[in-house]
């Protein structure tokens, strides 16, 4: 079964900085492309980031481009986004997602980002 | 960007009646590779989303048949057939043509 579960989201400052995991499991991790997708409160969903399965091709959104970094590590099924520079408007529920046909099969549940003083 | 833009925006059915919400690109969605690269995603209320239809009329893995999908260019429908409690919740589009991906504002489906 595939999953892919969320973790290191929570309350931060402006300014401050955060990295959230997403640990995969139920598949070839390394065959996929994964994308980070954001939800602010009672908005709708935004594209942030994606990478390929080797890790060597990188996207971004331009809201966060030069602030946030995505990564993964094969041997351990995990993807990463390092979030720095954090403002108020990165406030969001963030969603790990495989990518399917220039869709998305599979998503975890989400970790919450606050951002704020 | 590419803007999508759904309506309606709220979408208030009764039971066993159907459905349809309309997504309209700005440009069209026709990739390169022949290919169009439209889907449909549903949100039920405190859940991720969850993939209905990919490539404008494919249904996902264990979709029931009530969901289509259709379109072509620009303007695609999602339509349910006949609209079951379980299918309350806000319903996206997506495309994936053009770089970055981009969603609709959403439709929010409930029950009159």
């Known amino acids: 079964e595939v999953q892919l579960v969320e973790s290191g989201g929570g309350l931060v400052q402006p300014g401050g900085s955060l990295r959230l995991s997403c640990a995969a499991s139920g598949f070839t991790f390394s065959s996929y492309w994964m994308h980070w997708v954001r939800q602010a409160p009672g908005k709708g969903l935004v594209w942030v980031s994606h990478i390929n399965g080797d890790g060597s091709n990188t996207n971004y959104a331009d809201s966060v481009k030069g602030r946030f970094t995505i990564s993964r590590d094969n041997a351990k099924n995990t993807l990463y986004l390092q979030m720095n520079s954090l403002r108020a408007d990165d406030t969001a529920v963030y969603y790990c997602?495989?990518?399917?046909?220039?869709?998305?099969?599979?998503w975890g549940q989400g970790t919450l980002v606050s951002v704020s003083s | 960007d590419i803007v999508m833009t759904q309506t309606p925006l709220s979408s208030p059915v009764t039971l066993g009646q159907p459905a349809s919400i309309s997504c309209r690109s700005s440009?069209?969605?026709?990739?390169?590779?022949?290919?169009?690269?439209l889907s449909w995603l549903q949100q039920r209320p405190g859940q991720p989303p969850r993939l209905l239809l990919y490539?404008?009329?494919n249904r996902f893995s264990g979709v029931p048949d009530r969901f289509s999908g259709s379109g072509a260019g620009t303007d695609f429908t999602l339509k349910i057939s006949r609209v079951e409690a379980e299918d309350v919740g806000v319903y996206y589009c997506?495309?994936?043509?053009?770089?970055?991906?981009?969603f609709g504002q959403g439709t929010k489906v409930e029950i009159k």
């Open positions: 997602a495989r990518d399917f046909h220039g869709s998305y099969d599979y």
């Open positions: 490539k404008i009329s």
């Open positions: 440009q069209s969605l026709v990739h390169s590779d022949g290919n169009t690269y």
């Open positions: 997506m495309q994936a043509t053009h770089f970055p991906r981009t």
